[in-house]
């Protein structure tokens, strides 16, 4: 592409030649998607807790303190959100919708001798955006003539998975261990098609596809201590490392002035891809039990600030969880939870641009289980909500007002042998 062609798509100040944050998934927020079905019901407030087989993922120390052979996995998890930016082009808005239908957790517990053996599968952050959108004219250029429309199509898909063993035992009486060990997996596929039906008969178009893949292992370091008969408290400490990291892209650009698209790029892989940096993550979490049929449990989670001028700096973060449980008998039990799950970014400065936006986020979630002897079955799910800046429109020092609302049910079952 010449720089008289960039630099005239560059220009443009309302049409979205280059949108900032539309390569990956939410990676502005660390809290994505719930994981298990007893810590999804109570909010994520599971660190003091974690005796079944969703603790392989919050607190491994906590699988000490279940009762037998235990299995769970959630069948289906279905995940749905959307954002709606103000004011983007020509004071016209433009949304993003995701959704996503998976199994998000597979996890089981094994006892041999003193120590307690367990396997899980988990995924903490998947999403796939489908989204087709034209915005009327007519709209200011850089091309010599206002455009009678702006057509977007964009998909993008975004899967996190986490797989490996963990193991935990006793210390002491009243003092537990754990240690899971993940292979991680992230891949990242975006394809972009923008087209300007300028007034003067002209247009232009651009494609564009980028594939991402990353791999890495989190190890989850955890201590469970019980002080008292009714209480508990948990820590865990893990951070994911990154071996692995490649970029797969191409790009087709027609200009204004020419008569075929006249700039492509092949699919190349290139040189390996700088490698992604994670925050340290603190879980502090306690649970204590009022009687035998109700639990209320607490989590504090932080995240340390991440400097990354490659991918984006990360500020620390701090997300609360508050969750209850109460058996109504033998065959029932409700659960319900309150969490937090801030951004990641800095707040957005009116003088620079190409930003990640910044939106705060807050959450409900509650879940109903039914048990028989040897099974349970969990349907539940949450909703969060939240505001914030954006600045969506790449070269561009606007800031844009964008919410965010997003909802999950699942269906799990579990089995005691």
Known sequence: ??????????????????????????????????????????????????????????????????????????????????????????GNGWE?????????????????????????????????????????????????????????NFNNEDNTTLIGPSIAGELTNSLSAGLTLYLYHRSNQTILNQFIMLQDGRYEWQNQYIEKVERGYKPVLGLMFTPAEKLSIGVSFARIFIYNSSTTSQATFKDADAAT??????????????????PYELRIGAGYFPS????????????????????????????????TEYFLNKSWALRGGIFSDMANTPELDPTRTNQDEKIDLYGVSMSISNFSRNTSITLGGSLTMGSGKAQILGGSTEIQSVDQAGWMMFLSSSYAY
């Open 96 to 152: 993003r919708k995701a959704t996503s239908l998976l199994p998000n957790f597979f996890g089981i517990v094994q006892p041999l001798g003193k120590l307690k053996f367990g396997f899980s599968y988990a995924v903490p952050d998947s999403i796939k955006e489908d989204q087709d959108q034209t915005f009327a004219g007519p709209l200011p250029t850089a091309l010599g003539s206002p455009a009678n429309s702006y057509t977007i």
């Open 292 to 323: 035998s049929s109700l639990l209320v449990s607490a989590d504090a989670v932080y995240y340390t600030k991440v400097s990354d001028p490659v991918n984006g700096d990360r500020v620390d973060v701090l997300n609360l969880a508050i969750g």
């Open 1 to 90: 592409m010449s720089f008289r062609k960039f630099s005239a798509a560059m220009a443009m100040v309302f049409i979205l030649m280059v949108m900032t944050g539309v390569s990956t998934a939410d990676e502005f927020h660390y809290n994505n998607l719930l994981i298990g079905d007893r810590a999804t019901g109570m909010g994520g407030a599971y660190t003091g807790v974690s005796d079944d087989p969703s603790g392989l993922y919050y607190n491994p120390a906590g699988i000490v303190y279940t009762t037998g052979r235990n299995l769970s996995a959630s069948v289906n998890a279905y995940y749905n959100t959307k954002k709606e930016y103000k004011n983007v082009i020509g």
């Open 261 to 278: 698209p006249d700039d492509v790029t092949p699919p190349t892989g290139g040189p390996p891809s700088e490698k992604r940096k994670y």
